[in-house]
């Protein structure tokens, strides 16, 4: 079974997630736009979440961060756009989440036609669940997947391969949004595994504690990977806490840092 999605985009992505209107969004396309102009194709990755509790109306703190699910749509830039990549992340890590629920947040996240990827916060997530979709689908593995792996590199990449026909981009992820610094050994580890066992099938995300005064935890795994794609979020507040509004002068300076590193 062939993955065909919607919408082709270059890849690799820089990502920020938690965007929570039209406006930051379009002011962060044109800082892209400019920070990445000469260099080679990069898209940025614009993140809006929800999960199971905020589509069912179930009582969450992030009811107070995350836009309301029939909003999400609205804030994703409409018209084709070669600098953007229009994701909803849908997090669910009680593994409630049925097809037919992803299906109804994927039709508010593309209510105005703008989504063009999916990202899957949830730990392995049955497939009938994911199912084959329309767009670029992004799955995070995360300490609660390896976990599921007792922790077991070798069980992690081969748990990844039963995703071959429905996911695009692997994501590894520590952190989960926290800020936790990435192991850019452990992760490099990851990446040869995946790449060797699955002959460059799959693009690789990584993401974990990076920022505008982070990005060093990355220059290894960049130098020998220059085509991974990197996604932050903690890290774009002072505090750290995604609880927290992003501070868009550090997401700013985070583009621009990322930019110039892949270079």
């Known amino acids: 079974m062939e993955y065909k999605a919607r919408y082709a985009h270059p890849f690799p992505y820089i990502g920020i997630t938690d965007f929570e209107n039209h406006d930051q969004v379009k002011a962060m396309v044109e800082i892209f736009k400019e920070a990445s102009a000469g260099k080679k194709p990069r898209t940025l990755m614009v993140g809006v979440m ?3 509790s905020t589509l069912r109306g179930i ?3 992030w009811a107070e961060v995350w836009p ?5 749509g609205d804030l994703f ?3 084709l756009n070669p600098f953007v990549l229009n994701t909803l992340h849908y997090a669910d890590f009680k593994q409630r989440t049925t ?3 992803l299906t109804e947040a994927i039709s508010w996240a593309d209510m105005r036609g703008g989504l063009h990827a999916v990202q899957l916060d949830m730990p392995w997530p049955d497939l009938k669940v994911v199912g084959m979709r329309e767009f670029h689908m992004i799955l995070q593995v995360g300490t609660v ?3 599921a792996c007792d922790n077991d590199r ?3 990449v ?4 039963e995703y071959k026909d429905a996911v695009e981009v692997i994501l590894l992820d520590l952190s989960g949004g926290k800020g936790i610094p990435l192991d850019a050994k452990l992760l490099a580890e990851y990446i040869r595994d995946i790449k060797n066992r699955y002959d460059n099938h799959f693009i690789i995300a990584v993401a974990g504690g990076l920022g505008p005064d982070t990005m060093h935890l990355i220059e290894s795994i960049v130098e020998e990977f220059p085509d991974i794609s990197i996604d932050a979020q903690g890290k774009l507040r002072f505090s750290g806490n995604a609880l927290d509004p992003v501070d868009w002068k550090l997401a700013e300076n985070y583009v621009r840092k990322a930019a110039a590193m892949f270079e």
């Open 50 to 52: 929800m999960s199971h």
């Open 59 to 61: 009582p969450t703190k």
């Open 68 to 72: 309301q699910k029939e909003l999400v």
């Open 77 to 79: 830039l409409r018209e």
């Open 99 to 101: 097809h037919d629920d």
């Open 145 to 147: 997947a390896i976990n």
């Open 154 to 156: 070798n069980a992690v």
């Open 158 to 161: 081969s748990k990844i391969g």
